[in-house]
T-cell receptor, first 115, second 116 residues
């Protein structure tokens, strides 16, 4: 089975509200995590990443939290905008120190921003 | 600064034909990754290449699929004797290095393969 998965397939929030998208992973060897945004008909777009030696990282309107104890990752989007509507994937990299770096993706959460 | 380029964007093939998907990485990137995405699912890693080398092909089917990244020119994902189950979106990503230092992967727009 997949080592990365998401709790909710669809999340609907009001424009201007904050949203939280969750992700669970099962491989404790994972040491690098990325959140991607994918709009319809397009390739995934990098949002933010975090390494396993951190538990929080902030970007512009986005925050990623990592809880290694329960193998949980979340993406917080502040003051959501219509352009935030997309499918969001978490991905992990389970290989350290160089070499192959194929990412393992979860199935995705579809974020819908309602006006 | 052109991003990752893939062509064609849409490809239709009949069962038994060959499909060739091309990927030009971002300027300065020497690492290329191919992923496959089925409808309503996440991306599945297929293969990781550097120039003239396949580094990891653990996600690629043993039969009919091959990939290359020649010294000159784009990376090619080749699917021989396509079957309906090969219908999917195929994404290419590139990165500056493959190590932990800078391994952010930038994705192309994808090639949507439809097998009739």
């Amino acid at each position: 089975g997949e080592s990365v998965g998401l709790h909710l397939p669809t999340l609907s929030v009001q424009e201007g509200d904050n949203s939280i998208i969750n992700c669970a992973y099962s491989n404790s060897a994972s040491d690098y995590f990325i959140w991607y945004k994918q709009e319809s008909g397009k390739g995934p777009q990098f949002i933010i990443d975090i390494r396993s030696n951190m538990d929080k990282r902030q970007g512009q309107r986005v925050t990623v939290l990592l809880n290694k104890t329960v193998k949980h990752l979340s993406l917080q989007i502040a003051a959501t905008q219509p352009g935030d509507s997309a499918v969001y994937f978490c991905a992990e990299n389970i290989k350290s120190g160089g070499g192959a770096d194929g990412l393992t993706f979860g199935k995705g959460t579809h974020l819908i921003i309602q006006p | 600064n052109a991003g990752v380029m893939q062509n064609p964007r849409h490809l239709v093939r009949r069962r038994g034909q060959e499909a060739r998907l091309r990927c030009s990485p971002m300027k300065g990137h020497s690492h290329v990754y191919w992923y496959r995405q089925l409808p309503e699912e996440g991306l599945k890693f297929m293969v990781y290449l550097q120039k003239e080398n396949i580094i990891d092909e653990s996600g690629m089917p043993k039969e009919r699929f091959s990939a290359e990244f020649p010294k000159e020119g784009p990376s090619i994902l080749r699917i021989q004797q396509v079957v309906r189950g090969d219908s999917a979106a195929y994404f290419c990503a590139s990165s500056q290095t493959g190590g932990l230092a800078v391994n952010e992967q930038f994705f192309g727009p994808g090639t949507r393969l439809t097998v009739l």
